[in-house]
């Protein structure tokens, strides 16, 4: 812990100055109102007037929502909390004199800068990359690029099996554009999911007719005389077809900003574990920050997820407004997605091949499409984590059974309060515990409800 | 497939415009015999006052109405300006003559009209919804929603909006334009309880349709997600069991007309005399009707509301809620989020309440009092209450707003019931929609798709439980949330307001909301 006076400015009317206004820097301008009625807050963002939820962007262009529906905080929100709000891009930061420059407005001072700009996709240099109607996808300026380049096309090429090359394929999907799906390892998010997982999103690509193309990476865009994208190469020498590729092979923290700055930056801006750079009285939280060192033997120094971004912005905002500044320490990992229909919860560790010395079970449906995993320290049988595919479980369970390291017997014996699918809905539970019993010889039973209780919902 | 969809779509359209023609054909004759008929004796005057019509035939229905109405509005008037004033007729005739005296192809073949304008429809409607997401798999279906022009207030939604408004308008008001057609449905009500068809008859029929049909689509649409289905299946059963048939045969038994799920004070005359009277006068299953009526408010609505939240009778039961989740369903993102609408909300929700407690109130006070003093004001209130709440509200704005306002409107801003058992379910209640840990990622959708208006993720997002009264528990929100966040449940009451909720996952420090 660290005394607020060396941690940053505390003076009353201190101007606190957040560019970008994503889930970190909203959540740490929050943090920081609620414990400081004083500070003069700013929040900058070329993108957007508003905060908005980027993870929803994709149902705008599925047309379940509109902008309106995925801002998070009514448009009354910002004055009433005393938040300024600057649409606009920085081009220049001046960290002696703490001055920053607009594209359009005029120039301002800050007292405390905190970097919360979020990523940019990544780019590999493919031959082709300039060509019209090949892009990546972040943000809103991407999205309407999308609708640009989507106009009345029939084929889409979408290269990168992670969770926004996914999110590609089911929104094209959506609009009735027949999709080419290249991802780079053996099955879907290699990285990330064990081949069982794997598998299963794999056959639900499959099942909404998505050329799904394993192991397959691209090599060159070609275009026409109009440079306009319209075939590509794999590395396995096919040609396909094609008017629009969406590059989803990750993001890279958006730093350009920071460029030739005093401001130390590796892959992103570096921070302290108390999300200090630096350079006094300048933060960096969420996409765009790199921690020197991991938070934990299991987190990255660069932690780009929604999750993380919150805890981040939290974590600060208290630090900025509190007698004594924490070191960030997140607890249990926790993470979700949705796979087309199919959604994706995890909790604690479960790393796409299985470590030493770790133990783990599967259970999957017979229809191929509901999965179930658990690890667990093969020594000391405590649980390490959690997968579910195509079932809702209860993050406060996981939390805290992983936690307080439950062997995996007294997991499986109280996996009944872990149910979080909706009423009626099958419950895959007995299935798994019966599995379970099966493959390690235990003889472990739930509590049957009586009738009453199941009508009633009395004895939960 | 399409093609076949196509067709249906043709049929349905085909046939909702040989409803909306129906009104328009046949003759209208109007004889001393039928007037004789259909008048009461005290009101004998009216043969007289009705002569220069009898024998002309009207070769439509406007010119008959518009007729019948200047001579008996000019007898009225003269007796208005003579001070007779207990001669002045006020029961509405203009119905039961114009029935009487329609003669037309309508009357000669009604079946064939009943096939062509209802049966037609719900063909070609069927033929539609069957191959909808037919080689899908199971999963949400909101593509689109937004770029549609009937589900986004684009012309076809106003075309419905203002055809529904207009429906409504003439089957409150001047129903004696749409006698023609409950000539059409004659057979099917003289089948059902020996009596011809009233307006009332007629509605119930496309009220029941549009629930059965749209519930239909309701298994396309949600497949996969048993809690939709099993609900739906539970409105379609109530309606056409409890608000058509039940009742329908209890006339022909003689009894009063009686929805046995009806509740008050949604059910708004429940206590008014006729009601009771008619309860009264009927025995054993009368006496039935006015104790069941009684339990379900003052025990049935707090028992079941404390172990299941309002939802086991608004999205559950109640014929208003089903149609809303049936025929409202591809509206029900319209509604308004705001917090501008949910404070205007809870005034006028509980503004009907606090009338309908009032009215009934006089009313029964009035009763027991032998109509002495309040006869007049109880008289006006009940008008009153009829004419704002009871049709301009619950069935001019209820439904005809769909296409613009959203799929509760009535139930949100009118229903006096919906208000009683919201109460009960925000502070003695075990229900809630529980929110899971901190995996919400603000997205939107449960929010956008709360036929409600309640903003979901406002709750979500910062790890609580929502605990709103005004939830009626369709558990779309969890359908819709992406990351598996909400879950409806009845459980202990022990945590279920969550206040000061903690996003886990962090363990540097704990801010409160």
Redesign the interface.
């Given at each position: 812990m660290i005394e607020a006076a060396n941690y940053c400015n505390h003076s009353r009317d201190r101007h606190i100055v957040i560019i970008g206004n994503g889930?970190s820097g909203i959540t740490c301008a929050r943090?920081i109102r609620?414990r400081d009625h004083h500070a003069k807050i700013t929040i900058i963002s070329g993108e957007s007037q508003h905060f908005y939820?980027r993870?929803?962007l994709m149902?705008l262009y599925?047309?379940?929502?509109?902008y309106e529906?995925?801002?998070?905080y009514?448009d009354?929100f910002w004055e009433k909390n005393r938040f300024s709000l600057i649409h606009d891009w920085v081009t220049k930061v001046d960290l002696a004199e703490k001055k920053l420059f607009f594209k359009q407005s005029t120039d301002i001072t800050y007292d405390i800068l905190i970097i919360a700009t979020g990523s940019i996709p990544k780019k590999f240099g493919w031959k082709g990359e300039e060509l019209s109607g090949v892009q990546g996808f972040y943000g809103l300026q991407d999205l309407n690029e999308m609708e640009v380049n989507t106009k009345d096309i029939k084929h889409a090429t979408v290269v990168g099996g992670g969770l926004i090359g996914i999110e590609l394929c089911e929104m094209l999907h959506?609009r009735d554009i027949s999709v080419t799906f290249l991802v780079k390892d053996k099955h879907f998010w290699g990285s990330v999911l064990p081949e069982e997982e794997g598998s299963l999103v794999d056959r639900?690509i499959r099942?909404?007719g998505v050329d799904l193309r394993l192991s397959t990476t691209m090599e060159a865009m070609e275009g026409e005389g109009n440079g306009k994208v319209s075939r590509i190469k794999t590395d396995k020498g096919e040609t396909i077809n094609t008017q629009f590729v969406g590059l989803a092979i990750g993001v890279t923290p958006n730093v350009a900003l920071f460029q030739n700055t005093s401001l130390e930056i590796e892959t992103g801006v570096l921070v302290d574990p108390y999300f200090r750079t630096n350079i006094p009285n300048v933060f960096a939280i969420g996409d765009c920050a790199e921690f020197r060192e991991k938070p934990d033997e299991n987190r990255k120094n660069i932690e780009q997820v929604?999750?993380t971004g919150?805890?981040h912005g939290?974590?600060l905002?208290?630090?900025l407004t509190?007698d004594k500044a924490?070191?960030?320490?997140?607890?249990?990992?926790?993470n979700?997605?949705?796979f087309?229909?199919i959604?994706y919860?995890t909790y604690g560790k479960v790393p796409a091949t299985l470590e030493e010395k770790m133990g783990s079970f599967y259970w999957e449906h017979p229809n191929g499409?509901i999965g179930f995993r658990i690890t667990f320290d093969a020594k000391t049988q405590a649980i390490l984590g959690v997968n579910a595919l195509g079932l809702?479980?209860?993050?406060?369970f996981f939390?805290c059974a992983i936690n307080n390291q439950w062997k995996i017997n007294k997991v499986m014996a109280r996996l009944n309060e872990a149910d979080?699918?909706?009423?009626?809905?099958?419950s895959h539970i007995t299935s798994i515990l019966q599995a379970y019993n099966h493959r390690f010889g235990t003889q472990i039973t739930h509590k049957k409800l009586s009738f009453w209780s199941r009508l009633?919902?009395?004895s939960? | 497939m399409k093609i076949i969809q196509y067709l249906g779509l043709a049929l349905f359209v085909g046939g909702l415009l040989l409803f909306s023609l129906i009104p328009f054909i046949g003759q209208f004759t109007l004889d001393a015999e039928i007037t004789d008929k259909k008048i009461k004796e005290e009101h004998q005057e009216l043969l007289e006052v009705l002569k220069p019509m009898y024998g002309n035939t009207y070769s439509h229905q406007i010119a008959f109405v518009n007729d019948f109405n200047n001579y008996f509005d000019a007898y009225n008037d003269r007796l208005k300006e003579e001070e007779k004033w207990d001669e002045v007729i006020y029961e509405d005739y203009a119905f039961s003559i114009t029935k009487a005296s329609a003669h037309g192809p309508v009357q000669q073949h009604p079946w064939l009209f009943f096939a062509g304008a209802l049966l037609l429809p719900i063909i070609g409607a069927l033929m539609y919804i069957f191959p909808l997401h037919r080689d899908e798999p199971d999963g949400i279906k909101n593509n689109g929603t937004y770029f549609s022009s009937m589900k986004n207030r684009g012309w076809l939604g106003i075309l419905t909006g203002t055809y529904l408004i207009g429906f409504y308008i003439i089957l409150y008001w001047n129903a004696e334009y749409l006698t023609n057609l409950t000539d059409m449905v004659d057979g099917l009500s003289m089948f059902l309880s020996g009596e011809p068809a009233s307006q009332w008859f007629l509605y119930g029929c496309l009220y029941t349709l549009a629930i059965l049909v749209m519930g239909i689509r309701m298994f396309r649409r949600y497949k996969g997600n048993p809690y939709q289905i099993i609900r739906t299946y539970s409105v379609m059963f109530f309606q056409l069991a409890f608000a058509f048939l039940i009742p329908e045969i209890l006339v022909l038994l003689n009894m009063p007309w009686h929805d046995f799920k009806n509740i008050w004070p949604l059910d708004y005359d429940f206590f008014f005399e006729y009601r009771i009277e008619g309860m009264l006068g009927s025995g054993a299953l009368g006496m039935f009707m006015l104790v069941w009526g009684i339990i379900l408010i003052i025990l049935g609505v707090p028992i079941f509301t404390y172990f299941y939240g309002k939802r086991w009778y608004c999205s559950w039961i109640c014929g208003c809620g089903g149609l809303a989740e049936t025929l409202g369903d591809p509206y029900r993102h319209l509604s308004d989020k705001s917090l501008k609408a949910w404070k205007i909300e809870r005034y006028m929700v509980h503004g009907v309440l606090v009338f309908a407690v009032v009215m009934t109130g006089f009313t029964i006070w009035n009763y027991f009092s032998g109509f002495g003093l309040l006869g007049d004001a109880t008289g006006m209130l009940h008008q009153w209450y009829g004419f704002l709440i009871g049709a301009a509200f619950a069935g001019v704005i209820g439904t005809g707003f769909y296409p613009f306002m959203g799929n509760r409107v009535w139930c949100r801003f009118g229903c006096p019931l919906a208000a009683y058992l919201g109460i009960v379910q925000r502070f003695k209640s075990r229900f809630r929609i529980t929110t899971n840990g901190g995996q919400c990622i603000s997205c939107g959708n449960c929010s956008t798709y709360c036929e409600m208006g309640i903003d979901v993720k406002w709750y979500a997002q910062r790890g609580q439980n929502i605990v709103r009264a005004s939830c009626v528990g369709c558990g779309i929100c969890s359908a819709v949330c992406p990351r598996g966040v909400l879950k409806l449940e009845n459980k202990s009451e022990k945590g279920r307001i969550n206040e000061h909720p903690i996003i886990i996952g962090n363990d540097s420090i704990k801010v409160e909301n």
């Open positions: 889930i943090t609620k939820s993870t929803a149902y599925m047309g379940h929502m509109r529906n995925v801002k998070p009514e009354f959506s639900h099942e909404h929604w999750y919150r805890m939290e974590t905002g208290y630090n509190s924490h070191t960030y320490q997140p607890g249990v990992w926790f979700s997605a949705k087309f229909d959604e919860q499409k809702r479980v209860s993050h406060e939390d979080f699918d909706p009423e009626f809905f099958d009633t919902g009395t939960l | -």
